[in-house]
């Protein structure tokens, strides 16, 4: 899989650009790549893709905060990039022909700016509502990636009508309007010269065709209510309130528009043992008194399953462990959290006669007794210590 530029460096601008500049930019390399100012030429068109991209996520707050923090992993992998991966021209200036305007394609481009499939200029029904679920995942699955199949209810095509809303094929007709093009020009006579504009069509809303009879399936709105299973791939390292998104994988747009995307939220099931800190998992590890006093070795559990781990004698209570690689991976990174584990010594809260009296012998002796030139360390340096 080719890896995504920098949606900055797309685009020409910084992380701190306001909106109004990152619109700017956009318009300007998408008008230097455009299809229609570059015709066959397949690298001008993936790089006017690669722009609308980028616009995609950087004009967005919610995402373009996700993309600060998280890179191109905050959309997750084979997900179609949850910002248009999938997009075609007819997608990108269905979202954002606002940004040219019609007026800039029917002066520059002759009107051919809009490309949609069997006509120039035929814009699809209105676009789909993105959806949104959340997913529940275990330190196991995490940690490994997993492969989700899941069932959504959601708006999908009509398969009666294919989408286009019609009761058969003699019911839906070429607009006469616009005769299929989805748009009419107009020329109008300044002190500059002839201007022509281009307008989406009133009558087809710019689809091209009008339907006289509509399909009984979907009452002519192209879609209906169903389920669907999809397949969401969920990357290693996810985080709890980390969202990831699948292009077109909402609901089904109107009369053929293209589906939303699905949004899915990461959730975390709590461990029966373990804690999460970053990309470090945490564990505390309970052991009685003679056993930090002679040393011993025991058995920990790990997201991988159990390890075994050698206590010096004369372990102190407070004492960290570091399982070096045993923690998370990061999100489509090459690095990896360690196990931390923090030793507690148990003290026991009842005590026969016999062993009180032990106690009250040991206590006599200058072993027992704590050092008071040597100042208890705080866990920071514990931390540290372990990592040394």
Not at 206 to 222: F, H, P, Q, S
């Amino acid at each position: 899989m080719a890896t995504k530029r920098d949606f900055y460096e797309i685009l020409g601008v910084n992380k701190s650009a306001p909106a109004d500049e990152i619109k700017k930019a956009y318009r300007k390399v998408a008008m230097q790549f455009h299809p229609d100012r570059n015709p066959g030429d397949k690298e001008a068109e993936e790089k006017f893709k690669e722009a609308a991209e980028a616009y995609e996520v950087l004009s967005d707050g919610d995402k373009k905060a996700k993309y600060d923090r998280f890179g191109h992993a905050a959309f997750g992998p084979g997900t179609g990039g949850g910002y248009g991966g999938g997009m075609n021209t007819d997608d990108i200036f269905s979202q954002f022909g606002d940004i040219f305007g019609d007026d800039v394609f029917g002066n520059f481009f002759g009107g051919g700016g809009r490309r949609g499939g069997g006509g120039a200029g035929r814009a699809r029904g209105q676009r789909g509502s993105n959806l949104r679920i959340k997913m529940k995942l275990t330190y196991e699955e995490i940690a490994k990636g997993v492969v989700k199949n899941v069932k959504v209810k959601k708006h999908v095509l009509c398969n009666t009508c294919g989408g286009n809303g019609a009761k058969d094929k003699n019911s839906l007709q070429t607009c006469h309007t616009c005769n299929g093009s989805g748009q009419v020009r107009r020329v109008t006579n300044t002190f500059l010269g002839q201007m022509q504009t281009v307008t989406t069509c009133p009558t087809c809303n710019g689809e091209g065709t009008t339907v006289t009879a509509k399909c009984t399936a979907c009452k002519g709105e192209g879609r209906v209510y169903g389920e669907e299973t999809i397949s969401i791939e969920i990357p290693a390292g996810v985080q709890e309130g980390m969202q990831l998104s699948m292009s077109g994988k909402g609901n089904a747009g109107e009369r053929g528009g293209p589906a939303g995307d699905l949004i899915i939220q990461i959730e975390e099931e709590a461990h029966s043992e373990l804690h999460r800190d970053g990309l470090n998992v945490g564990y505390d590890l309970h052991i009685s008194f003679p056993d930090a006093a002679f040393g011993t070795q025991v058995e920990v559990p790990t997201i991988d399953g159990r390890a075994k781990i050698k206590i010096p004698p004369g372990t102190q209570s407070g004492k960290i462990f570091r399982l070096k690689g045993k923690g998370f991976p990061e999100v489509q990174g090459y690095g990896k959290g360690d196990q931390l584990i923090q030793v507690n010594i148990w003290t026991p809260q009842h005590l026969s006669a016999e062993e009180k009296d032990l106690l009250d012998k040991m206590n006599q002796s200058e072993n027992f007794k704590p050092n008071p030139n040597k100042a208890d360390k705080s866990f920071f340096e514990r931390v540290r210590e372990a990592f040394n």
